[in-house]
């Protein structure tokens, strides 16, 4: 492991290139089909979004009278779309190590289209609530595996700042839902006048990204790792040899590739050692999901990715990205308009605090951005409850306190949004060998989403019972975060993610160990001497490599 985007595998150099914005605008290609798939991201954001501006909507209270009256029939319907992610997260796992990363990112998005044009036609609460969950259903299936295919199309240098760019693509979404929201408003007026095309128009308006995303399908290429697991060698190193724009003859790319082959045949064998007589594809499946909670290093990585879910989501953002408009209003700042504006810069502000953690993330490392993040939500928080502790019955009075909770709200967003809000993408993503990456993620995703299904459904009533409690209670979380990333949380900058068991203790039994051994012995991936420090006795290890490097066409 190196910092500052250099990679070396074996005591061999194979970076290509710097660290963070400098890296990506060397990467233009990558970058392209990183902001392509991150349309994925926006559809999350959207949806996610677009129903905190509807619900307030005058025609959309006199469309469904018993859901707006209803907290508890609010919650359920923010929440009825969290848990069609759960289970779609959970689901495509399988589906995306059969189907393909790509092709997963296809059937996502049919799902989603039904979903939305049954929520923009929605007639009774049946109906939207039918569209939601169906929609859910896609969302979760886009949000495990984006940044899933971004880890493996990624080289590791830049690795955090591309799938960063699903975190960009939902404050995207975010953001245009919200002033979508606040522009058709007022199509027909914002009274008894108003027209139903004022909430349908932004709920149909997701089915275009959705569009062009699924058609973009077609053009996106493989990821090379899925290639290779399915044995489809020569079409991973041509599609490496794309996405690095090397030839492949690059010393770089021979390596990579040797390693990426070492990973699989590493999963394959120990397949086969640990289940042998296994031929049936569900039951090795349900042994590897079982292996993910018995074996200690994949149990430990399972535990840091589904507590980055589970306590990004306890932080507070999505009760305030659902509830923003109520919260403003609780707060001293009543009519639609005033109420969606102040939602309205939650969106911008989140989409621009996301932009440094992709120039930089790489640079900076996982770790200190989570730090840095949790103490920043948390002292938003806790000035935040405050406010509401002591003005809560004379807000009126108090209108600068009003507007004040409000700027911390979006202090505590813009943390976020750089920190944990782009970092639970990343690492899930990036921690688990090949065999068990997809499952891992799905898993991983899932508890994100059903605890994202927790909070929606608790939040209307700890707002109005709890009131200013409910922002000390995702206080306590910020403060887990920063305790538990100090002391548990290992460093994955510039980590190749075939490296990644020497952070988390992978291969560590004596059969394990044996068998990587032999398999990069008989890959011709030998680790230098340790006095191998000159240029030249590097030099003469490169050759090495360039004497093997086509050894995969012979077998």
């Known amino acids: 492991m190196a910092g500052g985007g250099a990679t070396v595998t074996g005591g061999l150099d194979i970076a290509y290139g710097p660290a963070g914005y400098k890296g990506l605008v060397r990467e233009p290609y990558i970058f392209f089909l990183a902001c392509?798939?991150?349309?994925?991201?926006?559809?999350?954001?959207?949806?996610?979004?677009?129903?905190?501006?509807?619900m307030v909507m005058n025609n959309f209270a006199k469309q469904f009278p018993d859901l707006v009256s209803n907290p508890d029939l609010q919650g359920w319907m923010v929440s009825v779309l969290t848990l069609g992610a759960m289970f779609g997260a959970l689901a495509n796992g399988p589906i995306a190590d059969r189907l393909s990363r790509r092709w997963s990112l296809l059937l996502a998005n049919i799902v989603f289209l039904i979903g939305s044009i049954i929520q923009a036609a929605a007639i009774n609460v049946v109906m939207m609530f039918v569209g939601r969950f169906v929609a859910g259903l896609s969302i979760g299936m886009l949000s495990m595996v984006v940044p899933l295919y971004l880890s493996e199309l990624a080289p590791p240098n830049i690795r955090g700042s591309l799938i960063a760019l699903q975190q960009l693509g939902i404050t995207v979404g975010i953001m245009i839902a919200f002033w979508l929201d606040y522009g058709t408003q007022h199509i027909g007026g914002t009274g008894d006048t108003q027209s139903p095309i004022a909430w349908r128009l932004p709920l149909a308006l997701q089915c275009v990204p959705s569009a062009i995303l699924a058609a973009g399908t077609f053009f996106l290429p493989y990821s090379p790792r899925w290639l290779m697991n399915k044995g489809r060698e020569v079409e991973a190193l041509s599609t490496?040899?794309?996405?690095?724009?090397?030839?492949?003859?690059?010393?770089?790319?021979?390596?990579?590739?040797?390693?990426?082959?070492?990973?699989?045949?590493?999963?394959?064998?120990?397949?086969?050692a640990r289940f042998p007589g296994t031929q049936s594809g569900f039951m090795r499946a349900l042994g590897q999901y079982q292996e993910l909670f018995t074996v200690r290093h994949l149990n430990r990585r399972l535990l840091i990715a589904c507590m980055l879910q589970i306590i990004q989501q306890f932080t507070g953002i999505n009760a305030i990205i659902y509830y923003a408009p109520q919260i403003f209003r609780s707060i001293g700042l009543s009519g639609n308009s005033t109420d969606l504006l102040a939602t309205g810069v939650v969106g911008v502000i989140n989409f621009f605090s996301t932009i440094p953690a992709i120039m930089f993330l790489d640079r900076w490392g996982r770790r200190k951005v989570l730090m840095i993040g949790a103490v920043g939500m948390g002292v938003s928080q806790l000035i935040v409850g405050t406010l509401l502790a002591v003005y809560r019955n004379s807000w009126a009075e108090h209108r600068d306190a009003g507007w004040a909770a409000a700027v911390f709200i979006w202090i505590y967003i813009s943390n976020f949004a750089f920190s944990i809000g782009c970092v639970n993408w990343i690492m899930p993503s990036e921690m688990f060998p090949p065999g068990v990456r997809a499952k891992a993620v799905g898993?991983?995703?899932?508890?994100?989403?059903?605890?994202?299904?927790?909070?929606?459904?608790?939040?209307?009533?700890?707002?109005?019972?709890?009131?200013?409690?409910?922002?000390?209670?995702?206080?306590?979380?910020?403060?887990?975060?920063?305790?538990?990333?100090?002391?548990?949380?290992?460093?994955?900058?510039?980590?190749?993610?075939?490296?990644?068991?020497?952070?988390?203790?992978?291969?560590?039994?004596?059969?394990?160990?044996?068998?990587?051994?032999?398999?990069?012995?008989?890959?011709?991936?030998?680790?230098?001497?340790?006095?191998?420090?000159?240029?030249?006795?590097?030099?003469?290890?490169?050759?090495?490599?360039?004497?093997?490097?086509?050894?995969?066409?012979?077998?």
């Open 36 to 54: 392509f798939a991150s349309i994925g991201g926006l559809l999350f954001g959207y949806d996610q979004g677009v129903i905190s501006g509807v």
């Open 443 to 555: 898993l991983a995703i899932g508890s994100n989403w059903l605890t994202n299904f927790i909070v929606a459904l608790i939040t209307p009533r700890m707002l109005r019972s709890i009131s200013f409690g409910t922002f000390y209670f995702f206080l306590a979380f910020c403060v887990l975060l920063l305790v538990w990333v100090y002391f548990g949380v290992p460093e994955t900058k510039g980590v190749r993610i075939e490296e990644m068991d020497k952070l988390f203790g992978g291969n560590q039994g004596e059969a394990d160990m044996r068998r990587i051994a032999d398999i990069r012995e008989r890959l011709g991936i030998v680790p230098p001497a340790p006095d191998m420090v000159s240029s030249e006795k590097t030099r003469r290890a490169n050759s090495k490599v360039n004497a093997v490097h086509y050894e995969y066409r012979e077998e």
């Open 240 to 272: 490496l040899c794309r996405l690095r724009r090397v030839p492949a003859t690059d010393d770089r790319v021979k390596l990579e590739l040797l390693e990426i082959k070492a990973a699989a045949i590493f999963d394959q064998e120990t397949d086969i």
